[in-house]
C-alpha cells in the first residue's frame, strides 16, 4: 500500500513571519514475516547508507491536501488551516507573526484527501529559529564537498547507484563549513542534483557530522512541465538560473542575515551566481540592471514565464533590505565568498560588470581526500 510521507520539510522563524517549505510523496510501505530473533532485511537496509536511486520513485508527481496544526509549549492549538499542494505534492508558504502564531513551537501536518474522513499523520516538526545577529552559510555539495561527476553514462550510473560515501571528500571544504557552524552560522546545502538525492545527501551530512543543514535540490520534473514557468528544458544542463532562484528562496525563507557566507567551486557558474548574489543582497544596484546583466550570461538563459517569477523575488530581497535598514540605519551585512579551484593556475571567469564585487572572494585550491580499496575485490571500503 501506498501512504503519504514528507520527502522534504522545513519551517524558519525570522522577524516577521515563519516560512515553511515541504515536499510530499507517496511511497510503498511493505511488511514481511519473520522468525523470532531474526533481524528482517528491511532493517538491515535502513542501517545502510542510502543512495540516490532508492528514492528514484519521487518522480512521480502527486497532488495533496495538507492540514498545518501549529501548536504551543503546551499542546494547544493556535494556528490551523489545510493548503493543497502543486501537481508535484510541493508547499511554500509564510505565516505572518501575529500575538498568537510567535508562540508556536511546533507543528504537526495530516494529509487529508487520500482516505475519505482519515486525516493521515505525516509527522511533527519544530521550527528553526536563527537567533540574532542572524549567520548563514550556504554551500553547494557537488565539487564543493564532495567530487561527485557526472560527465559520462557510467559517472550518471555510478552516482545513482552508489552511497556518496564511496565518492572522494574535499576535506577542506568540509573543514571550513564546519569550522562556520562551530562559530554558530546555519548551514544550508544548495544542490543542483535531483530532488530524489536527499536521503542520500542528508544520510553524507550525518556521517560528517554536519546536523541540522536545510537542503534544497532541484525539483527536475518541474523541467517537463508547460504550466509552471519555475525551471524549463535548457536548465538541466545550465544550473545558473536555478541556483540563483534557490538562494533568493533560501533568504525570503530566513529573512536578510547579518553575516553570510557562501561556498562552491569554480567549474560551473557558481563565481558569477554569487557575485550577482552578492549585487542583490548588498542593494548595490538596481535590480533590473542585476537581472539584465545576468540574462546576458549563458547560464542564465530564461523564458518569459521565469522572468517575472525571478524579477518578482528579487524585488522582495529589496524589500527585505529596506524593512531592515528601517530598523538600523547602519545595518551592513558582512558576506564572504569562497570558491574552490581544483588547481591553483585556474583563474576564476569573472564578466566585467562584476568586477567590484570580486575583493568578496577567498579561492583556495584543494585536492579530494582518496577512497582507500580493498585488496579482493577493488571496491570501495
Not at 519551517?11 to 530473533?37: C, H, M, V, W, Y
Not at 542510502?50 to 502527486?62: A, D, R
Not at 544542490?191 to 532541484?218: C, M, V
Not at 542593494?283 to 549563458?298: A, C, G, M, S, T
Request: charged fraction near 25%.
Amino acid at each position: 500500500m501506498k501512504r503519504p510521507q514528507i520527502v522534504h520539510f522545513i519551517t524558519i522563524i525570522s522577524d516577521d513571519f515563519i516560512s515553511l517549505k515541504a515536499a510530499i510523496g507517496l511511497t510503498r510501505k511493505t511488511t514481511t514475516l519473520q522468525e523470532p530473533g531474526i533481524t528482517p532485511i528491511s532493517s538491515l537496509e535502513n542501517d545502510l547508507a542510502s543512495f540516490p536511486i532508492q528514492s528514484f520513485n519521487l518522480l512521480n508527481s502527486h497532488n495533496f491536501q495538507i492540514k498545518i496544526i501549529g501548536l504551543d509549549k503546551n499542546h494547544k492549538i493556535l494556528f490551523e488551516k489545510e493548503y493543497e499542494t502543486d501537481a508535484y505534492g510541493n508547499l511554500n508558504f509564510k505565516i505572518p507573526l501575529t500575538k498568537d502564531t510567535s508562540k508556536i513551537k511546533s507543528f504537526q501536518l495530516y494529509e487529508t484527501s487520500r482516505l475519505p474522513q482519515v486525516e493521515l499523520l505525516l509527522g511533527s516538526f519544530i521550527p528553526l529559529k536563527i537567533q540574532s545577529p542572524r549567520k548563514i552559510v550556504i554551500c553547494d555539495f557537488d565539487k564543493t564537498l564532495v567530487d561527485t561527476k557526472y560527465s559520462t553514462t557510467k559517472e550518471v550510473y555510478e552516482s545513482l547507484t552508489k552511497p556518496l560515501k564511496d565518492f572522494p571528500n574535499v576535506k577542506k571544504s568540509i573543514e571550513l563549513l564546519k569550522s562556520y557552524t562551530k562559530k554558530g552560522f546555519h548551514p544550508f546545502i544548495l544542490s543542483a542534483s535531483p530532488h530524489f538525492y536527499e536521503n542520500a545527501i542528508r544520510d553524507w551530512l550525518y556521517q560528517n557530522k554536519i546536523f541540522t543543514a536545510g537542503i534544497f535540490l532541484k525539483d527536475v520534473r518541474q523541467v517537463f512541465s508547460l504550466w509552471d514557468g519555475d525551471l524549463s528544458p535548457r536548465d538541466i544542463t545550465h544550473q545558473g538560473l536555478y541556483k540563483l532562484n534557490q538562494l533568493l528562496d533560501i533568504i525570503n525563507m530566513t529573512d536578510i542575515p547579518d553575516e553570510l557566507v557562501l561556498m562552491g567551486d569554480n567549474f560551473e557558474s557558481d563565481p558569477i551566481i554569487y557575485l550577482s548574489f552578492s549585487q542583490m543582497i548588498q542593494n548595490k544596484e538596481d535590480p533590473w540592471v542585476i537581472w539584465k546583466n545576468l540574462k546576458e550570461q549563458k547560464d542564465f538563459s530564461i523564458g518569459r514565464k521565469q522572468n517575472s517569477k525571478f524579477l518578482s523575488k528579487i524585488f522582495q530581497i529589496k524589500t527585505l533590505l529596506k524593512n531592515k535598514k528601517q530598523k538600523n540605519n547602519q545595518f551592513q551585512i558582512k558576506l564572504k565568498i569562497f570558491i574552490r579551484k581544483k588547481h591553483t593556475e585556474e583563474k576564476l571567469k569573472i564578466p566585467s560588470d562584476l568586477k567590484p564585487e570580486v575583493t568578496n572572494i577567498e579561492t583556495y585550491a584543494t585536492e579530494t581526500s582518496a577512497v582507500e580499496f580493498h585488496s579482493d575485490n577493488g571496491r570501495p571500503k
